[in-house]
C-alpha cells in the first residue's frame, strides 16, 4: 500500500484564537511498537482540541503535537508488535493526538472496528465522546439501572451521548440546555426532563421531579457557581463526576453536604490515561455498547462537517456552543 512521505496537517502555531489553524505539511510519523498507522477519513472536533489550540492544554510528553483526538479510517502500517490489526483494516480510534491530519499514528488497543452499518463518518464521532462518558458514568460514577443521571450540557456531544447511554442501560435522566431546541434535541434521544437554565433552576427541576431526593449522579463540565448547586441537586450517596471547567475550578464550596448526604465527589481527564487504561474501556465499550450502536438504540448526532483545512471555521462555532451534537472534519476520501 503507498504511503506518502509528507502529508498535510492543521498547524496550530503557538497558540491563540480559531483563525491561528492554518493547513501545513509534515512528515508521515511512523508507528513504533503496538502502534498502527492510519490514514485518515474524518476526525472529530472536541472542547480539549480548543483547549490546546489556545494554548492552555499542552500534550502529555511524547503525544503528537498536532491537533484531534478522534478518527475513522484504515490501517496502512504497522508498528512491531501489533497484533490485533492488520494493513487494510477499517476502524474508529482515540488518538493520543495529531487527528487532525492526513496520518496518525494509534496505539492498537484503543482502535475498535467500525460498527456495522456505521459510515466512516459516523464512526469518526464516537471514540471521544464515548471512551469519555464511559469511564466517567460507568466506570467511575457506577450508574446502576433504574437510578437517577443528570448531565450538563446536553445537547453537546458528551451530553447526547451521557444522555443515550444512561437511558439505553435503564436510568431515568436529566440535562441541561440554554433552548428549546437543544431541549427537544436532548428528549428525542431519550432525556425524561429537560431544563433550560436561562430560564429554570436546575436545582428546584430536579427536587420537583424526584420527590425532593434529588439525582443519583451528576455529570458536570460547567464547574464554577454549579459546583454548590450540583451538591444540593444530589440525593444520598449520590455521585459528582467532573469532567472539564468550562467556569472558574476555583470557587468557595460549602461542603456540609457532602457528608450530610455521604456524597462522592470524583472526576477525571481521559487524555493522560495509560494506553492500558484506554485499552480496557475500548474493550468494554466493544462489549457493552457496540451492540447498542448496531442495534440503532444508541448514535452519534453529528451538527455539520467542515473540510480539514477549514477547521478555524469548526473551532469557531465549537466555540459558539450553537452546535447539536458533533462536528467533523472530513480529511481523506477512504
Given at each position: 500500500?503507498?504511503?506518502?512521505?509528507?502529508?498535510h496537517?492543521?498547524?496550530?502555531?503557538?497558540?491563540?484564537?480559531?483563525?491561528?489553524?492554518?493547513?501545513?505539511?509534515?512528515?508521515?510519523?511512523?508507528?513504533?511498537?503496538?502502534?498502527?498507522?492510519?490514514?485518515?477519513?474524518y476526525?472529530?472536533?472536541?472542547?480539549?482540541?480548543?483547549l490546546?489550540?489556545?494554548?492552555?492544554?499542552?500534550?502529555?510528553?511524547?503525544?503528537?503535537?498536532i491537533?484531534?483526538?478522534?478518527?475513522?479510517?484504515?490501517?496502512?502500517a504497522?508498528?512491531?508488535?501489533?497484533?490485533q490489526?492488520k494493513?487494510?483494516?477499517?476502524?474508529?480510534?482515540?488518538?493520543?493526538?495529531?487527528a487532525?491530519?492526513?496520518?496518525?499514528?494509534v496505539?492498537?488497543?484503543?482502535?475498535?472496528?467500525?460498527?456495522?452499518?456505521?459510515?466512516?463518518?459516523?464512526?469518526?464521532?464516537?471514540?471521544?465522546?464515548?471512551?469519555?462518558?464511559?469511564?466517567?458514568v460507568?466506570?467511575?460514577?457506577k450508574?446502576?439501572?433504574?437510578?437517577?443521571?443528570?448531565?450538563?450540557?446536553?445537547?453537546?456531544?458528551?451530553?447526547l451521548?451521557?444522555?443515550?447511554?444512561a437511558?439505553a442501560?435503564?436510568?431515568?435522566?436529566?440535562?441541561?440546555?440554554?433552548?428549546?431546541?437543544?431541549?427537544?434535541?436532548?428528549?428525542?434521544?431519550?432525556?425524561?426532563?429537560?431544563?433550560?437554565?436561562n430560564?429554570?433552576?436546575?436545582?428546584?427541576?430536579?427536587?420537583?421531579?424526584?420527590?425532593?431526593?434529588?439525582?443519583n449522579?451528576?455529570?458536570?463540565?460547567?464547574?464554577?457557581?454549579?459546583?454548590?448547586?450540583n451538591?444540593?441537586?444530589?440525593?444520598?450517596d449520590?455521585?459528582?463526576?467532573q469532567?472539564?471547567f468550562?467556569?472558574p475550578?476555583?470557587?468557595?464550596?460549602d461542603?456540609?453536604?457532602?457528608?450530610?448526604?455521604?456524597?462522592?465527589?470524583?472526576?477525571?481527564?481521559?487524555?493522560?490515561?495509560?494506553?492500558?487504561?484506554?485499552?480496557?474501556?475500548?474493550?468494554?465499550?466493544?462489549?457493552?455498547?457496540?451492540?447498542?450502536?448496531?442495534a440503532?438504540?444508541?448514535?452519534?448526532?453529528?451538527?455539520?462537517?467542515?473540510?480539514?483545512?477549514?477547521?478555524?471555521?469548526a473551532h469557531?462555532?465549537m466555540?459558539?456552543?450553537?452546535h447539536?451534537?458533533?462536528?467533523?472534519?472530513?480529511?481523506?476520501?477512504?
Open positions: 500500500m503507498s504511503i506518502s512521505s509528507t502529508m496537517f492543521v498547524d496550530h502555531g503557538k497558540g491563540g484564537g480559531p483563525d491561528i489553524l492554518v493547513p501545513s505539511e509534515c512528515a508521515v510519523p511512523s508507528p513504533q511498537h503496538g502502534e498502527v498507522l492510519v490514514r485518515v477519513a476526525a472529530g472536533v472536541n472542547r480539549p482540541d480548543c490546546q489550540r489556545s494554548g492552555r492544554y499542552p500534550p502529555p510528553v511524547g503525544a503528537s503535537p491537533v484531534g483526538l478522534e478518527v475513522s479510517g484504515e490501517v496502512v504497522l508498528g512491531e508488535g501489533v497484533t490489526w494493513v487494510g483494516d477499517k476502524l474508529c480510534a482515540l488518538t493520543n493526538g495529531g487532525y491530519a492526513e496520518y496518525v499514528t496505539p492498537e488497543g484503543q482502535a475498535l472496528p467500525i460498527p456495522k452499518g456505521y459510515s466512516m463518518l459516523q464512526a469518526a464521532a464516537l471514540p471521544e465522546n464515548f471512551f469519555t462518558v464511559w469511564t466517567n460507568f466506570q467511575r460514577g450508574l446502576q439501572k433504574g437510578e437517577t443521571f443528570m448531565v450538563h450540557g446536553g445537547s453537546s456531544g458528551i451530553g451521548t451521557a444522555i443515550q447511554l437511558h442501560f435503564g436510568a431515568k435522566v436529566f440535562c441541561t440546555v440554554g433552548n428549546e431546541e437543544k431541549a427537544k434535541a436532548c428528549r428525542d434521544v431519550g432525556a425524561d426532563v429537560a431544563i433550560n437554565y430560564t429554570q433552576d436546575f436545582v428546584e427541576v430536579v427536587m420537583e421531579h424526584t420527590n425532593k431526593q434529588g439525582v449522579i451528576l455529570l458536570d463540565m460547567v464547574g464554577g457557581s454549579y459546583i454548590q448547586r451538591l444540593q441537586s444530589l440525593a444520598p449520590g455521585r459528582l463526576v469532567i472539564a468550562l467556569q475550578s476555583k470557587v468557595e464550596v461542603w456540609v453536604s457532602l457528608m450530610a448526604k455521604r456524597l462522592t465527589f470524583t472526576g477525571s481527564t481521559l487524555r493522560p490515561r495509560t494506553a492500558a487504561d484506554k485499552a480496557q474501556m475500548a474493550r468494554e465499550l466493544k462489549q457493552h455498547v457496540w451492540p447498542l450502536l448496531e440503532g438504540t444508541v448514535k452519534p448526532v453529528i451538527h455539520q462537517v467542515f473540510d480539514l483545512a477549514q477547521a478555524n471555521l469557531a462555532l466555540e459558539s456552543s450553537v447539536i451534537g458533533k462536528i467533523m472534519l472530513k480529511v481523506g476520501d477512504n
